[in-house]
């Protein structure tokens, strides 16, 4: 596709179930990221992979929290054991290089708005 | 914390009204500066982006930003706005100053609302 695309863009859930986020990067990216935003808050960053590869998920907050990009494109937020701290926006990001540079620049999907009641 | 600021956190002007938005971020190395902006029910858009050279940069319909190193600033501004710049502004930081440059750090963002 043309964008960074996300699904789904609504999610509501009960505390305690688990849920899945997933992100289609741009064709050709090879890095992949994920950041969360909460209400009046800018988002902040969670993980992100190069190709297949989870280089930093420094962000990720607690165990509950993983992600994987299982072949080097699409890739899944998962979160166990949802809690209502937890209701946030969910953003992906991808990016065209591989390595940590300097002039790569990162393109943002839609999100996924994240309800637990 | 290595941190940024954004000051104004929701600004209201008139149409053909100059826009400033302040954003400023607490490291003296390296960086690389960004302004995103999301519209209403849209996602985040790169507006435009610093890495080196020339501190003024100019950006997508008609925005422009001034890196100040001294100051750690760098402020967002546009001559005349439209009521269609009526959006949400988000600074970010990326370098050392967060880890890398894989990692953006963004302010919290400044709600823009533009009145016809």
């Known amino acids: 596709g043309a964008g960074v695309s996300q699904s789904p863009r609504y999610k509501v859930t009960k505390r305690g179930q688990d849920v899945a986020l997933r992100c289609d990067p741009i064709s050709g990216h090879v890095s992949l990221y994920w950041y969360r935003q909460a209400l009046g808050q800018g988002p902040e960053f969670l993980t992100y992979f190069n190709y297949e590869a989870q280089q930093d998920k420094s962000g990720l907050p607690n165990d509950r929290f993983s992600a994987e990009r299982p072949e080097g494109s699409i890739s899944t937020l998962t979160i166990q054991r949802t809690e209502q701290r937890d209701s946030a926006m969910y953003r992906c990001?991808?990016?065209?290089?591989?390595?940590?540079?300097?002039?790569?620049?990162?393109?943002f999907g839609p999100g996924t708005r994240l309800t637990v009641l | 914390a290595q941190s940024v600021s954004q000051h104004n956190h929701h600004v209201i002007l008139s149409e053909a009204a100059s826009l400033e938005l302040g954003c400023n971020y607490s490291y003296g190395g390296t960086v690389n500066l960004f302004w995103y902006v999301q519209y209403p029910g849209q996602h985040l858009q790169l507006l435009l982006k610093?890495?080196?050279?020339?501190?003024l940069v100019k950006g997508i319909k008609g925005f422009e930003a001034e890196f100040i190193k001294s100051k750690f600033s760098f402020n967002l501004r546009k001559p005349s706005v439209q009521w269609s710049d009526t959006a949400e502004y988000f600074c970010a930081v990326r370098g050392p100053i967060s880890g890398g440059y894989n990692k953006l750090i963004f302010g919290a963002g400044t709600r823009l609302a533009v009145h016809p």
């Open positions: 990001a991808s990016s065209l290089l591989e390595i940590d540079s300097p002039s790569d620049t990162q393109y």
């Open positions: 610093y890495f080196s050279g020339d501190p």
